[in-house]
């Protein structure tokens, strides 16, 4: 078994957990209700990570730290880049993540999008919404990005629900797929009223 280390830290939307390893980061939690919660989770998930000392991190996670807290501080911060361990992941959602990991900060895609874009048979959104849905890393692979088709929200599995995925988008100033830039960018995305 690969050892894991990991940091719990503040962010504008509360605590975040990146848990890694030596090939990269492995798990990210967006935050819980509480400290407690965020690590009841973690012990869930990672069973043995051990927490890292502050003064001590690897400065490529302190950097990817920065970065996150930068990006949920409404900051145009680029994570593409940021080295993530995927092992044991399945072929099919290795495919989602990659394109999802593509979506620049600020703009969306649908579901079906993402399948398109996999090469994946007409109708297998809801197959990209799983695999979206047991994301290892989010923020990092940002899932929040994957809306559903005619302006639909889809699901989101963090604490907080699809509040938690339009408060991230609102602070990207994302807008919809194929939407131009308006007069109204700075509004952030909203819940659609149910009729």
């Not at 000392?53 to 911060?77: T, W």
């Not at 703009?107 to 799983?130: C, E, F, M, S």
Request: charged letters at 20%; aromatic letters at 4%.
């Amino acid at each position: 078994m690969t050892a894991h280390a990991h940091i719990l830290f503040d962010t504008a939307i509360g605590a975040c957990v990146l848990v890694w390893g030596p090939d990269g980061i492995v798990g990210a939690q967006l935050p819980e209700s509480g400290p407690e919660q965020a690590r009841a989770r973690l012990a869930r998930r990672f069973p043995g990570a051990t927490a890292a000392d502050e003064d001590a991190l690897p400065p490529v996670i302190a950097q990817v730290r920065a970065r996150i807290r930068a990006l949920m501080a409404g900051e145009a911060v680029d994570i593409a880049d940021i080295p993530l361990d995927l092992t044991g992941i399945d072929p099919f959602a290795l495919q989602v993540y990659a394109v999802t990991r593509a979506i620049p900060r600020g703009q969306t895609l649908t579901y079906g999008t993402v399948a398109a874009r996999i090469g994946a048979p007409k109708g297998a959104a809801r197959a990209v919404g799983q695999a979206l849905g047991h994301n290892p890393i989010p923020i990092l692979i940002p899932c929040h990005r994957v809306l559903a088709s005619g302006g639909g929200t889809g699901g989101f599995s963090a604490q907080g629900g699809i509040d938690t995925k339009f408060r991230i988008l609102a602070i990207e100033q994302a807008r919809p797929e194929n939407e131009p830039p308006s007069l109204f960018d700075t509004l952030p995305l909203a819940i659609k009223p149910k009729r």
